[in-house]
Structures are given as C-alpha cells and as structure tokens.
C-alpha cells in the first residue's frame, strides 16, 4: 500500500552503491527527501532568483537542493555555497559562477522570498493545488495543520510483541539503553530520535518491530481469537500480519500481489517465529487463489493515494494527480465487492487506507454499504483522536489512516 515507487528506487540505489556509507547513504536520502518534500516552494523561491530557468535540468536540481540545505538545513551557509559551487565545477556546462551568484542573491533576500512564497498557497505549503483545495474542501480550518503535519519529519515508533515481553518491561530496556521514548498506544513506544534498527535491543530476536502508532489500531480493531481463519490482504511487508498473528494463534492468510515484496513478509514471520500461508494473488480475483473456506475476519488494507503517508514517501505529491482519487476508488470498491463473499456470517472485515481523502474511505464504505444489506458498520474505539469517525490525521504521534469495520449479518 505504500505505492511509492522513486522513494524504493533511491534507496534500493543507495543501498546497492558500495562507495557510500550508511551515514553518507542516510545525508543523500535526506537531502533528496527534503528538496522534494519542499519542490514547490524552492521552485518559487528559484523563480524568484533567476530570469529564465536554466536549460541543463541538473542546474536547476543542483540550485534547488543548495537552497533547500540553506533554508531548513543547520549546516553553514558558506559550506553550503562552497559544495554547490565544487559540484558546479564538475558539470559540462561552465555554470560554477551563476550558481554563486543565485545562492548569494537568496542569502540577501532569504526573508522577503520567504515572504513572497508565503502569500502563494502552493508554495507556502509545498502540495500541488488540486491537493491544497481538496483538503480545504474537507477540513475547513483544520486543512493548514494537515498539510504541515504532512511535512514534518515522520516519527518512529515501535510495535511491542507481546509473545516476548511488555510494553513496560521494553521501555525499561530502552532506557537502560540510552533510547527515549513513550508509551503512545498499548504496544506503541514513540522514540524520541529516529535510529537504525541494529541499536535496538532484541530487535533481530523479534521483541519489536518497526509500524506507525496509526497502522497498529488494525489488529486490536479486527479483535481476532485463537482458532479464527483470518485473511490479510495486501499484505506487504506484513507488519499488521504480524501483528495479529502477536494477538491470538491464528490460520493467517497474507495475500499481496508483488511477489518481490512478499518476500518482506516471509523475513517478518522468520523474524518473529511466526507462521503464515503466503500466497501472491489479487485481491479483486479470488477465483485465482482462494480454496473455498470461509474467513472469521479479513483485513482489506486496499490499494490508496497513500496522501496520509506523504511525510514517508513526499514524492507522492507530485506523482498523484487529482484523477487518481476516482480511480482508486473505483479500484478499492472492486475489492470490496471481490473479498466481501469470502467472509464468513457473523465475520468482521476491516476497510483500511492510509489516506485522508474521504472519496477513497467513507464514501466507498456508504457505496458498498447501500448494495449490501448484510454489512453493518460497526463503531470503533481507538487510541487517537478520529474525525470524522475513523479517520485519523497526520500528527506527531501517528500518520493518517481511515478505519471502518464492517460486520457480516444473516
């Protein structure tokens, strides 16, 4: 579900590179992350600094990376000038004294550019403007605080297995650690620093795994028992798998089309010394891999925008177009029509996006529930603040989700 296809391909890029370490590995994916997490803003702001945009695109990317370093980074300014001028020198056009020049010019102008692009909605909140309107739309006052939180750097937090130990007992050895962090939901510890995995203890002996306080409201929600056939589709890379599987000894079903990506599932299981049927298929075409029975309860985390993870993969604001939204939902409402058989009477199926736009969550739900008599949507009760009814919004403590339970009836 996370369908974010540039943030894969650069960090499969970096991790392939043997010429960088992990540490130059982790400064290329920031500056590359935060230029594009800023696009529309530095675009604005180069804009303003020049009278045509340069013709070799690598100028412009280079100029744009150099401002976002100088505007959000804590690095010296001349250092910042002198690597982006040393870059310059090493490109075939001889282009080192512009690129001088222009970050100079910012640095003289740095507050009434800031200024200037504050006045423009677009390059005040960094979002293309069909997704600024569409937010307003639905939210009203509370649109500038989503799209910011949408910038922020995203949390970390850990999923506590309960098969292993106790969310009091882990943030006791976190501590003992040297690690701060807080207790957000039962079995959510939010770190204070984001950290490589390797610093954590017992992390490859399975006692934590690495999911957002938001994707861990799906298992506690679907309530599953010992005994309960459970089908989790779109399962990659397997984190609420694995956590239903942490909750009661369950026949578990991790379906996902991308075969590759199954292969995150399988080293999950291995991880957490869990067991799971793993099978690659679509979810809108059970005929191709369902064998007849029944499920208690199905996770159908569906195919989204993905627009409650955009501080994760911040390309995704630039990749969507406003015509996708109708088009996943179309998609999502295919599934729910595919999988809704599949589950047994008296069964709950959990419809999960992570996304904020209510035409892939709320409104596919009233469709289906309008050609559905036997589904009822059942209340939820979550951890964090939800509104409208299952929709959580990204904060400091969770990305943005939308939950809606749906209970099979005779």
């Known amino acids: 579900m996370d369908g974010c296809n540039l943030d894969r391909a650069l960090a499969d890029r970096l991790a392939a590179n043997s010429d960088y370490s992990p540490q130059q590995r982790g400064a290329l994916q920031d ?3 935060g230029t594009i997490r800023y696009y529309a803003r530095l675009e604005f702001m180069l804009g303003k600094l020049l009278d045509r945009p340069p013709r070799d695109k690598l100028v412009s990317h280079l100029l744009m990376v150099a401002l976002y370093q100088l505007e959000y980074s804590k690095a010296g300014s001349h250092v910042i000038v002198d690597q982006a001028v040393r870059a310059a020198k090493k490109m075939k056009s001889p282009i080192s004294g512009l690129v001088n020049a222009v970050l100079r010019n910012f640095l003289r102008q740095q507050e009434s550019l800031r200024m200037a692009a504050d006045a423009e909605k677009s390059s005040r909140f960094a979002y293309p403007d069909w997704w600024i309107k569409e937010i307003e739309q639905q939210y009203g ?13 995203p949390p970390m937090t850990l999923r506590v297995n309960r098969c292993r130990t106790t969310t009091g007992d882990y943030l006791s050895l976190l501590e003992s650690a040297g690690i701060a962090a807080q207790r957000v939901a039962p079995e959510a510890l939010l770190l204070a620093q984001p950290m490589s995995v390797e610093r954590l203890p017992k992390f490859d002996e399975g006692w934590v795994s690495v999911q957002d306080a938001g994707a861990q409201c799906a298992a506690p929600i679907l309530d599953v028992a010992d005994g309960m056939r459970v089908l989790d589709m779109c399962s990659a890379p397997g984190g609420k798998a694995m956590h239903m599987l942490e909750q009661a000894d369950i026949e578990l079903v991790a379906l996902d089309k991308d075969e590759r990506r199954l292969d995150r599932v399988r080293q999950n299981l291995k991880r957490g010394g869990q067991s799971a049927e793993v099978i690659c298929g679509d979810a809108s075409q059970p005929a191709t891999w369902w064998d007849g029975k029944l499920f208690q309860r199905i996770l ?5 925008s993905a627009s409650g993870v955009v501080r994760r993969h911040p390309d995704i604001k630039w990749l969507r177009r ?3 939204i109708a088009e996943f939902s179309e998609q999502q409402s295919r599934i729910l029509e595919a999988i809704w058989p599949l589950l047994a009477s008296g ?9 904020i736009f209510k035409q892939e969550n709320q409104d596919v739900v009233e469709r289906f529930l309008a050609k559905h008599k036997d589904a009822n949507q059942e209340a939820l009760a979550l951890p964090f603040a939800n509104d409208p009814p299952g929709q959580l919004l990204p904060c400091t403590k969770h990305d943005g989700f939308f939950y809606a339970l749906l209970r099979k009836i005779d």
Not at 300 to 304: E, I, K, L, Q, S
């Open 31 to 33: 500056l590359s992350y």
């Open 141 to 153: 006052e509370s649109s500038p605080s989503i799209l910011e939180a949408g910038n922020m750097h």
């Open 300 to 304: 159908a985390d569906v195919p989204c």
């Open 322 to 324: 406003s015509a996708d």
């Open 347 to 355: 069964g709950k199926l959990l419809y999960a996006t992570c996304s």
